[in-house]
């Protein structure tokens, strides 16, 4: 691999924040600590193969613009093989140590099962080897059960047996060659899972459905041994009306239901969240507070435009409260950051890819430092301990631990008058969160 692909385009050195050169890092340098650990062993950046590779930038009002030189635009199993070599070009210049992809993304879907199977081993063969050349790992696969028009009405949820049969098989495929490849986790995005209208819609299969394909993928797993994190995708809507998996909560709701807790946990998208009404940090908080915050897909979303334009982050207060979470968990285990986001329909150049990364890096260097000397701060910590301390002795223990019955709280009442309730201190809080940023 020798420049083919991004010729003029060095490897993106750390130059410091003084820098000036929109080819190099002003704030993350993987080798610097902060706290036990490497910038990059905290943020585990990967690269998203089908924003990266294979979005042309459309738009629903206009086609394509991307320029990609060495693409020829086919979807032969030899241009799917050379594509390999441009993506890792790509990831070993900006030192991004993981990548992700959807089984479409690397080969293409050919005329049979067999057939597109057979292409997806051969480019397989082909990722492989530039893994090893390289050292690059797959952070996760996962299969794209939502572009081929037979998804049209889902693929798990599909009222048609024969459709979930096709989508089951491409998942064992898909997980197959995730197994092959090293892959440290498996993603599951109910891209169609979902409904257009109830009037149609027999919810309670649908979901039984879903959650056989869940466990069908988790006995396959065992059978192969792979070892790998699976994790679900909350998403509200878009392309469906409503999707089942629309947020944290109704994610891990369907997995306690259908006993799928402990056997997968979520991949957090940040656009996905806003488009389900919710901010990021409570998304990550819901997950992690259940022990199920496993991945994340780091983009952003654009407040006016109101789509999943899946954006490159840049707001420094965004990834701030990212990486609080991120490390409150103590950092991810088979997790990492994955940029599931596409630079505009107006940034078609290759070199745009690079400043789109380098830009989303850039921002969580700064979050990951931020968040990591607001904790070793304290103030917040403090803080927050403070506020509920009243549950730490006394009656509020008894509350806690449930030995207070009504009758209890009433004749403490009774005992004690109007109870004292102090500020909950908001902007004196932001002031400290700004006096790190
Ligand atoms: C789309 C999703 C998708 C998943 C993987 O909105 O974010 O890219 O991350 O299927
Ligand atoms: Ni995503
Ligand atoms: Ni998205």
Redesign the pocket.
Same mark, same amino acid.
């Given at each position: 691999m020798s420049g083919e692909f991004f010729p003029g385009i060095p490897t993106i050195p750390f130059e410091g924040p003084k820098s000036r050169n929109p080819l190099a890092f002003k704030h993350y340098n993987a080798d610097e600590k902060v706290g036990n650990k490497t910038m990059k062993e905290h943020l585990r950046f990967a690269c998203a193969y089908w924003h990266t590779m294979r979005n042309g930038l459309a738009d629903p009002f206009g086609g394509p613009t991307a320029e990609r030189p060495w693409d020829d635009g086919t979807d032969s199993v030899e241009n799917a093989r050379k594509r390999v070599w441009a993506m890792f070009e790509f990831m070993q210049k900006t030192g991004i140590e993981f990548y992700c992809f959807h089984d479409r993304d690397v080969a293409p879907e050919l005329h049979d099962l067999a057939a597109s199977n057979d292409a997806l081993d051969a480019v397989a063969d082909e990722l492989l080897q530039a893994q090893n050349q390289t050292g690059i790992k797959l952070l996760w696969g996962t299969a794209c059960l939502f572009s081929h028009k037979r998804y049209n009405q889902g693929a798990g949820t599909s009222p048609y047996a024969d459709v979930f049969a096709y989508a089951a098989a491409q998942v064992k495929k898909a997980l197959e060659v995730t197994h092959r490849l090293g892959g440290e986790g498996y993603v599951f995005w109910g891209g169609r899972e979902g409904y257009a209208t109830l009037w149609n819609t027999d919810m309670k299969r649908e979901l039984n459905h879903l959650a056989r394909l869940l466990h069908m993928a988790v006995a396959h797993k065992k059978k192969i041994g792979f070892r790998g994190a699976f994790y679900i995708e909350p998403?509200p809507r878009e392309p469906s009306t409503h999707q089942y998996d629309s947020d944290s909560a109704a994610c891990l709701n369907f997995l306690r239901e259908h006993g799928l807790m402990g056997e997968l946990s979520l991949n957090i998208?940040t %656009?996905?969240a806003t488009l389900a009404g919710h901010t990021m940090m409570h998304e990550l908080r819901v997950a992690r507070e259940a022990g199920a915050l496993g991945s994340i897909?780091a %983009?952003t979303g654009d407040e006016l435009i109101g789509w !999943?334009t !899946?954006q490159f982050p840049t707001n420094i207060y965004l990834t701030t409260q990212i990486m609080m979470e991120v490390l409150r968990m103590g950092g991810f285990t088979t997790g990492g950051l994955n940029f599931?986001a596409k630079c505009r329909r107006e940034s078609f150049e290759p070199i745009d890819l690079f400043h789109a990364h380098i830009g989303g890096m850039d921002a969580f260097a700064r979050g990951l430092k931020t968040a990591h000397a607001i904790i070793e701060d304290g103030r917040i910590d403090a803080f927050v301990k403070e506020r509920y301390s009243s549950y730490d002795s006394g009656f509020g223990a008894r509350i806690e631990s449930g030995t207070a019955t009504l009758e209890d709280c009433e004749a403490h009442i009774l005992a004690t008058g109007e109870p004292l309730t102090r500020s909950g201190r908001q902007e004196m809080l932001e002031n400290i969160v700004n006096e790190f940023i």
């Open positions: 998403k998208e %656009n996905h897909d %983009n !999943d !899946d599931d």
